[in-house]
């Protein structure tokens, strides 16, 4: 695990896209394609405006994949993870991609983790660009997750700090309107990615980056087995890392 803290969130997000692009480049280098994983909410806002302004990725080879979404939610409500990946990454791209695999959360929620996972099965990943959240999950992977799941996309419940995330960063007008079920990548799915880029700003995120980083591997603070990936590289910056005790620089 490589931690690196910036000063701001506009640096964190351009030095997690810097190294996003260049693991794209090479996949497309190396192999012709590069497959990618792309996560939502306000911890990507700036990683994503830096990486769909990156030159020199050539997005007709890259095929794309959704982290997880909510269940029940229609694609035009604010907070519909497809929405927002429409808005902030495919529709700013110069190129479209080659593919981008969406999780249909209005489909039946069963039948759609196990349609996208046959496919994923099928595009070993280059690059996951992942968040930690409030409660330490991991996609929406909340305590306390499941490590051993092996299907690449599971039907899972969101504990009421997750819920209680979503309502406050402005998403939904009451806590009664956060869906109480999403679909998800699975933790060993996540781990398999060959590059995982972490981005996690702000003060609010501080206790879970110390349990994460700091803190014993535990399905309890899920992101904490980022700790056991050989490749991840997390970027904060000075509020998310506000609390960590360590000389990480």
């Known amino acids: 695990m490589n931690v690196q803290i910036a000063s701001a969130k506009q640096?964190?997000?351009?030095?997690?896209?810097?190294?996003?692009?260049?693991?794209?480049?090479?996949?497309?280098?190396?192999?012709?394609?590069?497959?990618?994983?792309?996560?939502?909410?306000?911890?990507?806002?700036?990683?994503?405006?830096?990486?769909?302004?990156?030159n020199g990725i050539h997005w007709p080879a890259v095929t794309a994949f959704h982290l997880d979404e909510y269940i029940g939610l229609p694609i035009n409500h604010p907070a519909s993870f497809r929405l927002y990946l429409w808005e902030r990454f495919i529709s700013k791209l110069p190129l479209p991609l080659k593919v981008f695999h969406y999780l249909?959360?209005?489909?039946?929620?069963?039948?759609?983790?196990?349609?996208?996972?046959?496919?994923?099965?099928?595009?070993?990943?280059?690059?996951?660009?992942?968040?930690?959240?409030?409660?330490?999950?991991?996609?929406?992977?909340?305590?306390?997750?499941?490590?051993?799941?092996?299907?690449?996309?599971?039907?899972?419940?969101?504990?009421?700090?997750?819920?209680?995330?979503?309502?406050?960063?402005?998403w939904f007008p009451t806590l009664a309107d956060v869906p109480a079920q999403a679909i998800s990548m699975s933790i060993q799915q996540i781990m398999k990615s060959r590059r995982i880029v972490c981005s996690v700003p702000d003060e609010r995120k501080a206790q879970a980056v110390r349990n994460c980083i700091e803190g014993p591997v535990t399905n309890k603070a899920p992101a904490s087995i980022l700790q056991q990936h050989n490749n991840c590289d997390i970027f904060l910056d000075t509020s998310a890392a506000s609390l960590l005790t360590q000389e990480l620089l």
Do not use: W
């Open 11 to 54: 640096d964190l997000g351009r030095q997690a896209a810097e190294v996003g692009a260049t693991v794209i480049r090479e996949a497309i280098a190396k192999c012709g394609s590069a497959n990618i994983v792309v996560a939502t909410g306000a911890s990507q806002f700036e990683v994503l405006e830096h990486l769909v302004n990156h």
């Open 104 to 170: 249909n959360g209005e489909s039946e929620p069963a039948m759609e983790a196990a349609r996208v996972s046959k496919i994923l099965a099928r595009h070993p990943i280059d690059i996951a660009f992942v968040g930690i959240g409030e409660n330490g999950h991991l996609a929406f992977n909340d305590p306390p997750a499941d490590f051993h799941a092996v299907e690449p996309y599971l039907v899972v419940d969101l504990d009421e700090d997750c819920r209680k995330q979503q309502l406050g960063e402005g």
